[in-house]
């Protein structure tokens, strides 16, 4: 009798003990199907990932968390990502002011003035100059001099004015 029942109870053991190693591969298969898809899909999504967070085939906005990681370019002045209407707005009065920008690529920095004040900063350079600057959609550009085939610009958002707008000067 103790046999039977020391039998049963170590069929009951390793039954037991198969279901939960059968839940727990179960278990193991999804946690890995999902490992599987987000690492693949976030690998997939990355790929196409830039610092920046809106663009277009002429201009590219970088957020705020790219132009951080600038040190010094902008000095103490607080940043911030703008939006998809203030750049609209930023765009409508650089080509007010100089049409031929549509003749250049265009990237895009939202910054906090000294007096609080929303401003869009503008760097520039020639189309034909892309071939230069391969990663003009991902990397600022930084250059001195230049002449014409780069352009420097502010707009103040809160005044609807361009502050300036001018080419590089000449080397």
Request: with cysteine.
């Amino acid at each position: 009798m103790i046999s039977i029942t020391r039998h049963r109870a170590d069929k009951t053991i390793k039954l037991l003990h198969n279901a939960v190693v059968m839940i727990n591969r179960k278990e193991i298969y999804i946690l890995c199907a999902i490992l599987l898809l987000t690492t693949l899909t976030m690998g997939f999504f990355s790929f196409f990932r830039t610092p920046s967070f809106l663009k277009s085939r002429d201009y590219v906005v970088f957020d705020e968390s790219y132009a951080k990681n600038l040190g010094g370019f902008f000095g103490n002045l607080k940043l911030f990502t703008p939006s998809p209407s203030d750049i609209e707005t930023t765009e409508k009065l650089f080509l007010e002011k100089q049409p031929n920008l549509t003749n250049y690529y265009r990237q895009y920095f939202g910054v906090i003035n000294e007096k609080g004040e929303k401003e869009i900063r503008l760097i520039a350079l020639r189309k034909a100059m892309g071939r230069d600057f391969p990663k003009w959609r991902n990397e600022i550009v930084i250059v001195d001099d230049g002449g014409t085939a780069f352009y420097d610009g502010v707009v103040n958002l809160n005044t609807n004015t361009v502050l300036y707008l001018r080419p590089h000067g000449e080397a």
